[in-house]
Each structure stands twice: as C-alpha cells, then as structure tokens.
C-alpha cells in the first residue's frame, strides 16, 4: 500500500467518525430537547393550577 492509498484510507475513516459524531449529537439534542419540553410541561402544570386556569401543554 502506498502513502496515498493510506492517507485515503485514513481520511475515510475519519469522514465516518465524523458522521457517527454528528449522528450521536442531533440525537443528544433531540433527547434535550425532549427532556427540555417535559419540565416546561410540568412548570405550566403547577402554574394552571396555582391560577386555577386550563393547562396549555406544548406538544414537540
């Protein structure tokens, strides 16, 4: 194997690290931003029944 050949090798490897490393992101934020909506649920939860008012829930 020559030193292109390698250097190709060794750039797709990282081009795939660098994808699964996206990947594994956008997946950390959705869970996020999951867990983000269920406290504002709760909060607007406490809140409609502090004022005695209907709950607004936030749908994602």
Do not use: F, S, W
């Amino acid at each position: 194997m020559d030193n292109l050949q390698l250097i190709a090798d060794l750039c797709a490897i990282i081009d795939q690290q660098n994808m699964i490393i996206q990947t594994q992101a956008m997946e950390l934020a959705q869970h996020d931003a999951l867990t983000h909506a269920e406290e504002i649920n709760t909060i607007r939860q406490k809140y409609a029944e502090a004022i005695g008012g209907p709950v607004e829930k936030l749908e994602v």
